[in-house]
C-alpha cells in the first residue's frame, strides 16, 4: 500500500527583546550561570510577573507576517509540571486564548509553491537549563534562560514529506531573522523545532496515530530524524503492525528515532488561567503601530529583485537570504546603478571573503560606496577587471578607498594610446624575425606580441587597447 | 493605662505633642510580649533589636516632624509577608529557614511610613485554616480563653493585637482569614478589594482570591493603616491603578437615609443562638443611627464554600509547585533520584491541610475534572459576584455575622475539616466576589468571648464601608473589656 505521510511542526523562537518576558532580568545569551536571575526568575516565593509588552509586539510582527487572524483580548495560562529547570513549577504559556490564529505561509518546492497553515502562535516563558557534572553524581540549574521570551508557532498538519518540513522551516527561520525578533540560532537553542508525524494510506483522510519527535536541532537533522520515522512507521504498518502514539527522541549518531515515553506517561499539565496575570488587549492603534514596523518579507523582496533589477531568481535568493545582505546589496545598487555588477560582486568577491571567514555581512570591512566606486573606476577603465581582483581584496584586509590601493600600489592602468603606440613601435622593430613569421600568416606570434607588451608595462597596459593597436600596427597600417 | 493598650490615634497625639517617646511604646510591647507571649504563642519570629534601632530612628525623625503617619507605632507582619533579610516561614516546614532578599510592597510602604516592626506572626500553614492550628510551629491561643483558638488564618496577628503584643497587625484574607479572626479575638479586621492593596511579596495561597489588610483596635486605626497599604504597584499586575481617597475622611460621617442590606440566606440554621442576637442587636443599632435596613437576596451563598473549595486548592495546587527543594527552603535528606527527592521533600515539608489542599486542587485541574469541577466553579463564581452587584443596586453596604460562631476550643475541629470550613461561610463571598469587607467588634457571648459583625460594601468602597463600621462603632458603644491574661 501507498502510504502518504502526515507532518505538523511546533517551533518555538526564542525573541531578542531586551528583558525577559516576566521581569527586567536581561534576556540575552551567554552570561555566567545564574547572574541574569532575580527572584521572579527563581520563582521565590511572594514575587508576581510582569508582562513585558516588547514581547506582545514581537509576537505580533511574526503574526502579521504569517498572515494570522489577531485576537484581541489573549490570556496566559500555567502549564503545570516539576523539572527543576522550572523554578516555579509551571510554566506561563498561553492555552485557549492564543493571540494569533489561522495563519499560513507559502514554500517553493520544485519550482512551484504550496501554502502551510499556521494554526497559532502564542507567547510563553523559557525555562532554565541543567548542567550535568560529568565526574560527580550531581546537577547543576543555570537560570539565566528562565523567563526569556519564545513564541510558539504551531503549524497545521499540511505537511506532506521531510524535505517539504525543511523547506517550511527555512521559511519560519528566514521571517524571524528578517523580522529581526529571533536570531534563529539553532545549535544555541533560539530556534527549536518539535515535529508530529503520522502516516495514512494515500488518498485516505482520517489522520494515522502520531509520534512526537524531539531533539533535531537542524535543518538537517529535521530533515533525517523525518525520513527516518516515515521510513520506521512505513515498516511497523506494512508489518500489520500498528504506530504507537508516543514522543520519541532523534538520536544524531546513530541515525535513528527511540521512544522517550508512551502515551501513559504523557503529562497532564493541568493548564488554567493564570492568576497573577490580566488578559492582554489588542487594540487597533497598538496593532497599527506594530504594522507600521514591518519590514518587506524576504519573498516578496526576492520577487520584487528579480523584477527591477533583472537579475536571476537564484541571485535573488542568494541576495535576500538576510535582511541585512538584501540591504547591502540595494545600497550597492543605489550608489552604483548596475544592479547586475553589483550582485556579482556581492555574490561573487564578498561572500567569498565573508564566508571564508565565516562572517556575516554585518562584518564586512568593504562599505558599499567603496564597492560602488571600484565598480566605477572599472567602468571608467582605470584599472583592469584582473587588478580589481586584487583591489577588492586589499579593500576587505584593509578597509581602504579603492583610490587609495590603487595609487598605492600603482596600479593604474596605462590607457594613453600615444605612449602606448610607442611602446609597440619598439618591440615591433626589435623583433624581425617574429613580425616576418607574422606576416606569414602564423597569427599565433600575435601572443608573443601582447607578452611583450603586457611585460613592458608591468601588466598595467588596458588588454584591450593593446589588441587593437598591435593587430593595426603588425598589419603594418600605420 | 499601658502604652501597649492605646491605639495608633492616640499613641501618634502623645508621640508629636513630646509626652512619650516611640522607644517607650516600643519597650512597653516588648514588655508585654515577654509577660504574655508563653500564653498566647502569637509570634513565629520577635524582631526586638531591629524594632529598638527602628523606634529610635522614628523618634528622631518625630524630633525634626519628619514622621510618616505611623512614626514609632509597633506593628506585628504576619508571617506571609517576605521580609528581607528576616526569615518568612508562612507558617510551613517547608520554609523553616527561608530568608527573603526582598521585602513586600507592603513592608516597604509601612517601613516608609515610619512602622516599627514587632516580628512575624503565626499563621496556619500558607493560610490554610481557620483556627491557626496549622501551623508547623504550633497553635496561636485566643486571649479571651487560651484553651480556645484565635481564629485563621491569621490568628497570630489578631491575638497579638488583642493580647497587646503590638498596636496594630497584618495580615491576608483568601476566605475571611483576616475578618473571621478579627470577630472571635474581638478586634477589627479589613478585607479591601481585590487590586485595591498590592500582593507583591505576599506568598500566594490563592492569587485570585489573596488580599491584604489590617487589625486594628478601633475604625480610625483601620482608616490610618489604609491610607498607608492602599494603592497602585506596577509589579503588581492585578494592581489596580485607581486613586486612594483619604480614608480618615469617611470617619465620623453620619449614615442617615443609607440602606443597610440584609441578606435572608446568612441567618442559617446552625448559626449561633448568641451570634444571631448580636447580629441582630447590630442592625437595631444601624437602624438607630438613622439608617434603613433592607432584606436583600444573594441567591448563590449556598454555593460560595463548595466553588471556594474547588477555586483556591486549585491555584494553591499551582502555586504550591514551587516548594519543591530544589531552590530554597527544606530539603529531605538522601534521595536516589529526583522523583524520590520531590516526594520526600514535599511529604516531609507539608503538613496535612495543605497536602489535603494540594491533592483537592490537582484533581480539580486535571484533564477530564477540569470542565466539571474548575470551570464550573469559575462559572459560579461569576454568578455570585453578579449577586453583590445587583445587590449593591438596592443598598448601600450589606450586613452579616462575620462568623457563625464565637471562638471555639482547640482541637475541637482539627478532625473535621468540613466542620472547619464552615468557619469561614460568611466571608468567601467577599473573596469570590472581590469586594471589600470590614469586621467590627459587635459584643461578648455570655462566656465573654467577641462576637463581630461584618459590612460589605461594592469594588473600591473601602471609605462607604468605614464610614458604616465607624458610625456602627460609635452608636453601638460596645464596652471596652480587655482579655484577663
Ligand atoms: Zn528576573
Redesign the pocket.
Known sequence: MEYEPVIGLEVHAQLLTEA?IF???SAKFGAAPNTH??P??LGMPGVLPVLNRKVVEFMLKMALATNCRINRVCSFARKNYFYPDLPKGYQISQYASPPAEHGWIEVELNGGKKRIGITRIHMEEDAGKLLHDERNPVSHVDLNRT?VPLIEIVSEPDIRGAEEAAAYLRRLHETLVYLEICDGNMEEGSFRCDANVSLRPAGTEAFGTRAELKNMNSFRNVQRALEYEIKRQRYVLEGGGKVAQETRLWDDTAGVTHSMRGKEEAHDYRYFPDPDLVPVVIDDAWLDSVRKTLPELPLERRERFVRDYKIPAYDAGVLTASRELADYYEELVRLSGEPKLASNWVMGDVLRFLNEEKKGIGACPIAPASLADLIRLIQAGTISGKMAKEVSEEMYRTGKPPEKIISEKGLVQITDEGALTEMIAEIIAENPAQLAQYRAGKEKVFGFFVGQAMKATQGKANPQLINDLLKKMLAGDK | MELYELTIHELSDRLRAGEITSAEIVSSVFGRIDAVEKDVRAYITLMRETALAEAAEAGEKIRKGEGGPLAGIPVALKDIFCTKGVRTTCGSRILENFIPPYDATVVEKLRSAGAVFTGKTNMDEFAMGSSTENSFFGATRNPWDIERIPGGSSGGSAAAVTAGECIAAFGSDTGGSIRQPASLCGVVGMKPTYGRVSRYGLIAFASSLDQIGPFTKDVEDCAIVMNVIAGYDPRESTSVPQEVPDYRSFLGRDIKGWRVGIPKEYFIDGIDPEVEAAIRKAIRVVEGAGAKSVEISLPHTDYCVAVYYIVAPAEASSNLARYDGVKYGFRAGEARDLLEMYKKTRSAGFGAEVKRRIMIGTYALSSGYYDAYYRKASQVRGLIKRDFDEAFKNCDVILTPTSPTPAFRLGERTDDPLQMYLSDIFTISANLAGIPGISVPCGYTTGGLPIGVQFLAGHFQEGRLLQAASAYEKHARIDKRRPSL
Open positions: 525577559k521581569c527586567g532580568c536571575a532575580c521572579v526568575c523567563g
